[in-house]
T-cell receptor, first 116, second 111 residues
Framework: DSGVTQTPKHLITATGQRVTLRCSPR?????VYWYQQSLDQGLQFLIQ???????AKGNILERFSAQQFPDLHSELNLSSLELGDSALYFC???????????????FGEGSRLTVL | GQQVMQIPQYQHVQEGEDFTTYCNSS?????IQWYKQRPGGHPVFLIQ?????EVKKQKRLTFQFGEAKKNSSLHITATQTTDVGTYFC???????????FGTGTSLTVIP
């Protein structure tokens, strides 16, 4: 158990819909990262938050948005869903802002999104 | 943009054979991390390398960081079925906080 909690574990929805994925980081971790993993693909970095502020953006679509709340949990909002958005979405947390010494990422079990 | 490539993409080995995956970055990395993702699981941190030329061992696993800090390798000696999974290297972008994962190497161990 990494200490990172993601909900829901599975989600099935239709094209055009909007969903929200939730992540609770490990206790004490201030950084939250979101990654997308499509079938048999690598981990695509989407976005990072640190202590409530957006700190880095990767290949995140304009239809997607995220935020980190004062209690440090984070939500990833996916709207106008398309078939290609079907993927496993991972949240990871880290103590530090960067990834220097002890900056390892702890991953949640992921939210599997299926768009029909 | 920054890319982190891994080879091979897939590797099948007989149990007991050795395995190596290579990670190459287009830019210098301040540090590199390795993760393992079991089938159906989530990535789990294995190790971090920081110094140029650094070599670290964890039982049958040997990790190396290149002298130029642009490449790294993971070598597994005498693979076991428990080694099955996808191995990812990962490194930070030089500027900003983006943390990129390599393309991964999927290891299958045949009993």
């Amino acid at each position: 158990d990494s200490g990172v909690t993601q909900t829901p574990k599975h989600l099935i929805t239709a094209t055009g819909q909007r969903v929200t994925l939730r992540c609770s980081p490990r206790s004490g971790d201030l950084s939250v990262y979101w990654y997308q993993q499509s079938l048999d693909q690598g981990l695509q970095f989407l976005i990072q938050y640190y202590n409530g502020e957006e700190r880095a953006k990767g290949n995140i679509l304009e239809r997607f948005s995220a935020q980190q709340f004062p209690d440090l949990h984070s939500e990833l909002n996916l709207s106008s869903l398309e078939l290609g958005d079907s993927a496993l979405y991972f949240c990871a947390s880290s103590v530090r802002l960067g990834t220097g010494t002890t900056g390892e990422l702890f991953f949640g079990e992921g939210s599997r999104l299926t768009v029909l | 943009g920054q890319q982190v490539m891994q080879i091979p993409q897939y590797q099948h080995v007989q149990e007991g054979e050795d395995f190596t995956t290579y990670c190459n970055s287009s830019t210098t990395l301040s540090n590199i991390q390795w993760y393992k993702q079991r089938p159906g699981g989530h990535p789990v941190f294995l190790i971090q390398l920081v110094k140029s030329g650094e070599v670290k061992k964890q039982k049958r696993l040997t990790f190396q960081f290149g002298e130029a800090k642009k490449n790294s390798s993971l070598h597994i000696t005498a693979t076991q079925t428990t080694d099955v999974g996808t191995y990812f290297c990962a490194g930070p972008k030089n500027t900003g906080n983006q943390f990129y994962f390599g393309t991964g190497t999927s290891l299958t161990v045949i009993p």
